[in-house]
């Protein structure tokens, strides 16, 4: 069970605007920035937004961030066939000394 | 460019150690956190732990008890060690750097077995 919580998967068609939340608590997202990854079959995660919603260098501007309160969201607008991937939110938590937290991942599937 | 890459057996029996290391290249190892996470297959990231350049550390709290990790500048590595494993510590183990508030540069994955 993980901490910060996301949907299992999601789904759009090329060219559309997809969103991908994530959930979490005060000790967390409430309290620190949240970071989300990219991860393409078979490979390593790959970051995607930092800080909230800052693109680190490389990264297209389809893709955004946002939080609010003790939750996030990842948005993907024109999407495409190679944005077919494992997504996940990520934060650091206060609570016993800190940690990072992960969420489950969501899936997207380009239909 | 940083460069992480992780190196260590990819078979290790019921109850004893894992031991990993991360070698970072392309760049000074100093003045970072280096975490390890770890991803059972067709599973979710998990957090291990991480290690300032100076030997402070943070561990996942459900892991804790079980972790140790150190760091050696003068060779760029970082190391792991996972002490009374079991099936369900099998995974691939990442090694990342760790900067100012966000994990930015992953190694390509080691994949640890724990089987007899």
């Known amino acids: 069970q993980s901490v910060l919580t996301q949907p299992p998967s999601a789904s759009g068609t090329p060219g559309q605007r997809v969103t991908i939340s994530c959930s979490g608590s005060s000790s967390n997202i409430g309290s620190n920035t949240v970071n989300w990854y990219q991860q393409l079959p078979g490979t390593a995660p790959k970051l995607l937004i930092y800080s909230n919603n800052q693109r680190p260098s490389g990264v297209p501007d389809r893709f955004s961030g946002s939080k609010s309160g003790t939750s996030a969201s990842l948005a993907i607008s024109g999407l495409q066939s190679e944005d077919e991937a494992d997504y996940y939110c990520a934060a650091w938590d206060d609570s016993l000394n800190g940690h990072w937290v992960f969420g489950g991942g969501t899936k997207l599937t380009v239909l | 460019q940083v460069q992480l890459q992780e190196s260590g057996p990819g078979l290790v029996k019921p109850s004893e150690t894992l031991s990993l290391t991360c070698t970072v290249s392309?760049?000074?190892?100093?003045?970072?956190?280096w975490s390890w996470i770890r991803q059972p297959a067709g599973k979710g990231l998990e957090w291990i732990g991480r290690?300032?350049?100076?030997?402070?550390?943070n561990y996942n709290p459900s892991l804790k008890s079980r972790v140790t990790m150190s760091v050696d500048t003068s060779k760029n590595q970082f190391s792991l060690k996972l002490s009374s494993v079991t099936a369900a510590d099998t995974a691939v183990y990442y090694c990342?750097?760790?900067?100012?508030?966000?994990?930015?540069?992953w190694g390509q994955g080691t994949m640890v077995t724990v089987s007899s």
């Open positions: 392309g760049g000074s190892i100093s003045s970072y956190y």
């Open positions: 290690i300032y350049t100076s030997g402070s550390t």
């Open positions: 990342a750097r760790d900067r100012y508030g966000y994990t930015d540069i």
